[in-house]
């Protein structure tokens, strides 16, 4: 039972232009959507979250956007910078619990 | 400020053996969590510990047990090694305040990587 959602493993895109990241999740219970970032060989670090009582929070180059009636998420990155080339992890909290999607690999392209 | 670090790093074990890790939490958090993260999947919850106790647990069998120690380390224990265990294993540290109802962010160690042959 998935829980989180990430249903695009891998995306490719050019420096400079936007990356936009989806997620989708099922309990309408979670209380705070995450988004976190693993390069090879290191833990995930945490990037921004926003409350399930938001539709919207920035942080610099970050956007995340909530849509609580469709249950879906996104992370807009823009521009995209080559560093930004990495793992990226959709994460749901309820109850004490962080459930994570299965991750997106992001390309950004020179 | 000190990160999350995770020991060993790598580690090689048989089917049926036992196996310990280690984590030692960010200065300052008072809570560690357990994660498994098999190939190609995202990290999973194993579970959560907070004032030495267990609050919180995944989906997994009772051979996976853990401690937190009053200096908020902890070790993730499992018994009975199977092949399916072979993954890596994140422990992530927090900040759990009883007032505080903001997103519980982690931080993360960089994980130890255990193959059961």
């Known amino acids: 039972d998935q829980q989180v959602k990430q249903n695009s493993p891998s995306l490719s895109v050019q420096e400079g232009r936007i990356s936009i990241l989806n997620c989708d999740y099922t309990?309408?219970?979670?209380?705070?959507f995450l988004w976190y970032k693993k390069y090879p060989a290191e833990g995930p670090t945490f990037l921004i979250s926003?409350?399930?009582?938001?539709d919207k929070n920035e942080d610099g180059r970050f956007t995340v956007f909530l849509n609580k009636s469709a249950k879906h998420l996104s992370l807009h990155i823009v521009p995209s910078q080559p560093g930004d080339s990495a793992v990226y992890f959709c994460?749901?909290?309820?109850?004490?619990?962080?459930?994570f999607g299965k991750g997106t690999r992001l390309h950004i392209l020179p | 400020e000190t990160g999350v670090t995770q020991s060993p790093t790598h580690l090689i074990k048989t089917r049926g053996q036992q196996v310990t890790l280690r984590c030692s939490s960010q200065?300052?958090?008072?809570?560690v969590s357990w994660y498994q993260q098999a190939l190609g999947q995202g990290p999973q919850f194993i579970f959560q510990?907070?004032?030495?106790?267990?609050?919180g647990r995944g989906n997994f069998p009772p051979r996976f047990s853990g401690l937190q120690f009053p200096n908020y380390s902890s070790e993730l224990n499992v018994n009975a090694l199977e092949l399916d265990d072979s993954a890596l294993y994140l422990c992530?540290?927090?900040?759990?305040?009883?007032?505080?109802?903001?997103?519980?962010?982690?931080?993360f160690g960089a994980g130890s990587r255990l193959t059961v042959l």
């Open positions: 992530a540290s927090s900040l759990e305040a009883d007032d505080y109802l903001g997103a519980n962010v982690l931080t």
């Open positions: 309990n309408s219970m979670f209380d705070y």
């Open positions: 926003i409350s399930s009582i938001k």
């Open positions: 994460a749901a909290s309820a109850e004490d619990k962080i459930i």
């Open positions: 200065s300052g958090h008072n809570t």
């Open positions: 510990y907070y004032r030495e106790e267990e609050n």
